[in-house]
């Protein structure tokens, strides 16, 4: 049986209880990365940053809304963007102007104010290719240059699978192993939830690890629950408005051309993994508004940035549940999360190196959804500007692991390598000789893209 007649792409045929499991699925597929965010800007304004609870609840609005604008269709999850993560650094440390005498806290609302302009941007783009067409639009993003950069996304992710495996490999090992033999040998419903089995019995190990006296790598204890105990049982998120500086705003705003190349290439990613056509059908101008609405949304009440979540595009390639109603009961479960501070501390306890093993498996089904997307469209490496096209983006993508920053007016502005990768492709594509690619002109190589003006079934071809 072809793995298209796999797919399922309504989860009602499964029933309620297994939609219910397939959103939490995808619930703890997001959820390590996202709450990252948070604690990762506490770092860097002294503890006087994002909230946990505040960024769960807009990753569940912000889904929500993203849904609504993409016509329910797109199978995408919104959480919280490290894109941005520079630029908070950078607001963190203005000790100049209105910024003197502030603490670390006054100066937040000043970076969530920039993340609001940044996510208006989207709305700039969203029109260009509503007046443009996408047809135009979709002459730059080539396969030759949109298949790299899915390569890109999830291999730019590898060093983190690592970094988090390494806290404790036989764990990683663990929550790996559970992923690869339930998909290979799982039968019905278990096939189909690999990763929340992974989280489960890779935490059960680790629960029986833990009591026996055993530590990570480092000597830490396996398992934390001190945030837990300190944690209230409800408790509405700590919401503040933000604020607008043009200084902040010159720090953040830019950094949504990075995001927004990275949102074309997630679409892509979705779109090659579904087999759908959304960059068409509903359209990128309405997924740019969805996530460009839902960022300005989120950082309006206190938020970090919004973007489509590799990780969860991830477990559609491995569960291959491609209905966005499972994606929609992921989000409301972050909601509910962000009411309950101390159910919120228990999975955030969940131990790096379980989120790292399987990270193995997410980050690297992304790349591989990109080989994929170049070959399945036979992209002719024999043309140089071909190849070097693809290259400049792969040594982009993957060796400006810092970024590139510079300076305008005294302000750092700081792009991603995904941006830089995406500008880069985009850039030699348009001026270099003999692009020959004309978006809608071979329909079965568009298909497997996500991208055709005339979507059928691969098994029709």
């Given at each position: 049986m072809?793995?298209?007649?796999?797919?399922?792409?309504?989860?009602?045929?499964?029933?309620i209880?297994?939609?219910?499991?397939?959103?939490?699925q995808?619930?703890f597929?997001?959820?390590?990365?996202?709450?990252?965010?948070?604690?990762?800007?506490?770092?860097?304004?002294?503890?006087?940053g994002?909230?946990?609870?505040?960024?769960l609840?807009?990753a569940?609005?912000?889904t929500?809304?993203?849904?609504?604008?993409?016509?329910?269709?797109?199978?995408?999850?919104?959480?919280s963007s490290?894109?941005f993560l520079?630029g908070?650094?950078t607001?963190a440390?203005?000790?100049?102007?209105?910024?003197?005498?502030m603490?670390?806290?006054?100066?937040?609302?000043?970076?969530?104010?920039?993340?609001?302009?940044a996510?208006?941007l989207y709305?700039?783009?969203?029109l260009?290719?509503k007046?443009?067409?996408?047809?135009?639009?979709?002459?730059?993003?080539?396969?030759?240059?949109?298949?790299?950069?899915i390569?890109?996304i999830?291999?730019s992710?590898?060093?983190?699978?690592?970094s988090?495996?390494?806290?404790?490999?036989f764990l990683?090992l663990?929550?790996l192993?559970?992923?690869i033999?339930?998909n290979?040998?799982?039968?019905?419903?278990?096939k189909?939830?690999?990763?929340l089995?992974?989280?489960?019995?890779?935490?059960?190990?680790?629960?029986?690890m833990?009591?026996?006296?055993?530590t990570n790598?480092?000597?830490?204890?396996?398992?934390d629950?001190s945030?837990?105990a300190s944690s209230?049982?409800v408790g509405l998120?700590?919401?503040?408005?933000c604020?607008f500086?043009l200084?902040?705003?010159?720090?953040m705003?830019?950094?949504?051309?990075?995001?927004?190349?990275?949102?074309i290439?997630?679409?892509?990613?979705?779109s090659?993994?579904?087999g759908?056509n959304?960059?068409?059908?509903?359209g990128l101008?309405r997924t740019?508004?969805?996530d460009?609405l839902?960022?300005?949304?989120?950082?309006l009440f206190?938020?970090?940035?919004?973007?489509?979540?590799g990780?969860?595009?991830?477990?559609?390639e491995?569960?291959?549940?491609?209905?966005?109603?499972?994606?929609r009961?992921?989000?409301?479960?972050a909601?509910?999360?962000?009411?309950?501070?101390?159910?919120?501390?228990?999975?955030?306890?969940?131990p790096?190196?379980i989120?790292?093993g399987?990270?193995?498996i997410l980050y690297?089904?992304?790349?591989?959804?990109g080989v994929?997307?170049?070959?399945?469209?036979?992209?002719?490496?024999?043309?140089s500007r071909n190849?070097?096209?693809a290259?400049?983006?792969?040594?982009?993508g993957?060796?400006?692991?810092?970024?590139?920053?510079?300076?305008i007016?005294?302000?750092?502005?700081?792009?991603t390598?995904?941006a830089?990768?995406?500008?880069?492709g985009?850039?030699?594509n348009?001026?270099?000789?003999?692009?020959?690619?004309?978006?809608?002109?071979?329909?079965s190589?568009?298909i497997?893209r996500?991208?055709?003006?005339?979507?059928q079934?691969?098994?029709?071809q």
């Open positions: 072809s793995e298209k007649f796999d797919a399922i792409r309504d989860a009602r045929s499964l029933g209880p297994k939609m219910l499991l397939l959103g939490l995808h619930m597929a997001m959820f390590g990365a996202t709450i990252l965010v948070p604690i990762l800007v506490n770092s860097y304004f002294n503890g006087e994002l909230s946990i609870q505040v960024t609840f807009f569940g609005i912000g929500l809304f993203f849904h609504v604008c993409s016509k329910m269709r797109v199978p995408a999850f919104l959480g490290f894109a520079g908070f650094a607001v440390n203005l000790d100049t102007g209105i910024f003197a005498d603490t670390y806290g006054e100066k937040l609302p000043y970076a969530c104010g920039g993340i609001v302009i996510g208006l709305l700039i783009l969203a260009v290719i007046v443009v067409g996408v047809k135009h639009v979709m002459r730059f993003l080539p396969p030759v240059v949109t298949g790299p950069i390569i890109c999830g291999l992710l590898a060093p983190s699978a690592v988090n495996a390494s806290a404790n490999w990683a663990v929550a192993a559970v992923i033999i339930f290979i040998w799982g039968k019905g419903m278990w189909i939830i690999p990763i089995l992974g989280v489960i019995i890779s935490y059960a190990v680790a629960l029986i833990n009591a026996l006296g055993f790598a480092d000597g830490s204890a396996i398992l629950f945030g837990v209230a049982a998120p700590p919401f503040q408005l604020k500086d200084t902040a705003i010159l720090v705003a830019p950094i949504a051309l990075a995001t927004m190349m990275e949102h290439g997630d679409i892509s990613a979705i090659a993994t579904v759908e959304f960059i068409e059908e509903p101008h740019l508004i969805g460009g839902a960022t300005s949304l989120s950082a206190g938020g970090p940035a919004n973007t489509t979540y990780e969860n595009t991830g477990v559609l491995l569960s291959r549940v491609y209905d966005p109603k499972v994606i009961i992921a989000a409301v479960y909601i509910v999360l962000s009411f309950i501070p101390k159910m919120s501390a228990i999975i955030g306890s969940l790096t190196a989120i790292g399987i990270s193995f690297g089904m992304i790349s591989a959804i994929r997307n170049v070959v399945e469209n036979k992209v002719d490496f024999t043309k190849l070097i096209i290259a400049v983006i792969l040594v982009c993957l060796g400006f692991s810092g970024g590139l920053t510079f300076t007016g005294g302000t750092s502005i700081t792009l390598s995904l830089i990768a995406a500008l880069a985009i850039i030699l348009a001026i270099l000789p003999g692009n020959d690619y004309v978006f809608g002109m071979n329909p190589g568009d497997n996500g991208v055709s003006f005339n979507p079934h691969k098994e029709d």
